[in-house]
């Protein structure tokens, strides 16, 4: 089975500055994606970006980008300028490329000080 | 524009009732999936589908079904509401990549 792991439970950052959010996982398969997800106080879940595994390019979104190191099983978020709007939980979520379901880590708390 | 919609937004019942959840999506997806998710804490899957007739158990079913006769609607009932199940519940439908996500359902047991 596939476990997710975020170790950071709550971060705070400045606004305009950069953080980045730690993910690593654990996986015997080959082919999956993986996905970071943004939970604002309005519970919404909202997709940030997404890696498939066989990319050797991380991907970006704007201000997000990612740092996958598929030998590590790592994949951190990076958000640069940081706004007030992105106060929210994040999730790091796995998914093998056959099957649908995905496995989320318990989230990590971030909150952006004006 | 397609959408994932859940009813009713809040929901308080008591101990012993059975309650029934809904969760209707237009994308026209296969997968479909729902989740609780506790104070602070990440989310948990109850059942999932991959198909009209397709349920499958998820790590935290007990207690709760499925069933799905179509495409659009996989309804969550849960038998006799117990107060540990307290929470906020997410249906979510996916097709090949990402998961999309209902607005959330917060239901209390009394």
């Known amino acids: 089975a596939q476990t997710v792991t975020q170790s950071q439970p709550e971060m705070s950052v400045q606004e305009a500055e950069t953080v980045t959010l730690s993910c690593t996982y654990d996986t015997s398969e080959n082919n999956y994606y993986l996905f970071w997800y943004k939970q604002p106080p309005s519970r919404q879940m909202i997709l940030v970006i997404r890696?498939?595994?066989?990319?050797?390019q991380n991907a970006t979104e704007n201000r997000f980008s990612v740092n996958f190191q598929k030998a590590a099983k790592s994949f951190s978020l990076k958000i640069s300028d940081s706004q007030l709007g992105d106060t929210a939980m994040y999730f790091c979520?796995?998914?093998?490329?056959?099957?649908?379901?995905?496995?989320f880590g318990d989230g990590t708390t971030l909150t952006v000080k004006p | 524009d397609a959408e994932i919609t859940q009813s009713p937004r809040h929901k308080i019942t008591e101990t012993g009732r059975q309650v029934t959840l809904a969760c209707h999506q237009t994308w026209n997806h296969n997968n479909m999936f729902w989740y609780r998710q506790d104070l602070g804490h990440g989310l948990r899957l109850i059942h999932y589908s991959y198909g009209v007739q397709d349920t499958n158990k998820g790590e935290v079913s007990d207690g709760y079904s499925v069933s799905r006769s179509n495409t659009e609607d996989l309804p969550l009932t849960l038998e006799s509401a117990a107060s540990s199940q307290t929470s906020v519940y997410f249906c979510?439908?996916?097709?090949?990549?990402?998961?999309?996500f209902g607005p959330g359902t917060r239901l209390t047991v009394l």
């Open positions: 979510a439908s996916s097709d090949t990549g990402e998961q999309f």
């Open positions: 890696q498939e595994a066989y990319k050797q």
């Open positions: 979520a796995f998914m093998n490329f056959n099957a649908g379901k995905s496995t």
